[in-house]
């Protein structure tokens, strides 16, 4: 079994984080950081890309693919779904689609969708940016989001 | 307004008829690159809102406007009543 060393976990819950803090903050949680140090793991093939999305959106209940991490976003769209995330106060995990290449192509054949983002919720392909936040807008994205908190 | 920017605007109109209001603005300083699109349509009426961009993109796609062409393309696909909705707040 492939470990999956792509990872970065991005935690934002306010009621976690010190009152010295301003706003909602993403970090890496120290005992984890040298897993994600940059080491690059080849992805020999459109194959294996596609079972390592599978797992990664299985295994993550919140799975962002994303340009950038979210600490230091690489896009506009990226950016804002990071920000209503962070808004939900919900815990994620994101892959940076700029250092991996099969998986930035891989996940638009899996998910048939041409763009990045994509948020993944319970293995299942919720939508880009521009879903993300109309879902935000009519309070679906908290109904889906609080419906998995409550099935852990 | 751009070239790609019209023709993406021609393409939903025709397609997503009666339309009662669609725009395309181009915001990539006029290379067509980075696009956003409004349509207020009652083809999206019951429509998931994942589907309805879908459908978005299958047209597009369709008219040879796809993402191999479109860098980037904001979408928000709106029911009539959703569109005076907002028109009125």
């Known amino acids: 079994m492939m470990s999956l060393n792509l990872l970065s976990r991005a935690a934002a819950r306010s009621a976690r984080i ?3 803090r301003v ?3 993403s970090f890496f949680s120290d005992d984890s950081h040298s897993d994600f140090a940059p080491k690059r793991k080849v992805v020999a093939d459109d194959d294996e890309a596609q079972k390592m999305i599978h797992e990664h959106v299985n295994n993550n209940r919140i ?11 690489m896009c506009g769209f990226s950016a804002t779904v990071v920000k209503v995330l962070q808004d939900q106060g919900v815990d994620f995990s994101s892959v940076n689609v700029l250092d991996y290449p099969a998986i930035r192509e891989g996940v638009k054949k899996y998910s048939d969708w041409p763009t990045i983002p994509q948020l993944y919720v319970d293995g299942e392909f919720i939508g880009g940016c521009d ?3 109309g879902m935000q807008e009519s309070g679906e994205l908290t109904e ?3 419906e998995e908190e409550k099935k852990e | 307004m751009s070239e790609v920017a019209d023709q ?3 393409v939903c109109e025709t397609n997503f008829a009666p339309v009662e209001f669609v725009e395309c ?6 290379c067509g690159a980075k696009l956003r699109l409004t349509i207020a349509s009652d083809v999206f009426d019951k429509v998931p809102l994942i589907q309805r961009h879908r459908k978005v993109q299958k047209i597009l ?5 796809g993402m191999d062409q479109i860098h980037a393309i904001t979408i928000k696909a709106w029911t009539i009543e959703q569109y005076r909705k907002k028109q009125a707040a």
């Open chain 2, 25 to 30: 603005i181009d915001e990539s300083d006029g």
């Open chain 1, 23 to 25: 706003g909602p903050v």
């Open chain 1, 63 to 73: 799975m962002l693919y994303m340009k950038g991490n979210p600490s230091m976003p």
């Open chain 2, 8 to 10: 993406v605007k021609q």
């Open chain 1, 131 to 133: 879903i993300i936040t």
């Open chain 1, 144 to 146: 889906l989001l609080q």
């Open chain 1, 18 to 20: 010190s009152t010295a």
């Open chain 2, 61 to 65: 796609n369709e008219a040879g406007l």
